[in-house]
Nanobody, 123 residues
Framework: QWQVAESGGGSVQPGGSLTLSCVHSGLGFYSIGWYRQAPGKEREGVSCISASGDSTNYPDSVKGRFTISRDNDKKTVYLQMNSLKPEDTAVYHC??????????????????WGQGTQVTVSS
């Protein structure tokens, strides 16, 4: 049975950086997405990486600032977040998709959903 667990959240000033980690366990390898939820806002997908790590996706809101990567030997997916903005403040979740690729990743169903880690960006 697949499980994921996030870590690495914290509080930073605008322009700062954070790296989130998502450790996953279970049989096989699947695509992993990062999603964020802020009060009063709809859930937003911020990145996805395919099972092999050869394909990634980002929305325009984070493109050029966030980088997703994975190390399948360590069963860990990373989200490097640079040039953080106050609007990036949210609870960030990682999730294992029911697929190996990232097609339709923003509307995907999940094999597992993490507990979330808080990211706060403020001056």
């Amino acid at each position: 049975q697949w499980q994921v667990a996030e870590s690495g959240g914290g509080s930073v000033q605008p322009g700062g950086s954070l790296t989130l980690s998502c450790v996953h366990s279970g049989l096989g390898f699947y695509s992993i997405g990062w999603y964020r939820q802020a009060p009063g806002k709809e859930r937003e997908g911020v990145s996805c990486i395919s099972a092999s790590g050869d394909s990634t996706n980002y929305p325009d809101s984070v493109k050029g600032r966030f980088t997703i990567s994975r190390d399948n030997d360590k069963k860990t997916v990373y989200l490097q977040m640079n040039s953080l903005k106050p609007e990036d403040t949210a609870v960030y979740h990682c999730a294992a998709l029911k697929r190996v690729g990232c097609s339709a990743w923003t509307d995907a169903e999940f094999r597992a959903w993490g507990q979330g880690t808080q990211v706060t960006v403020s001056s």
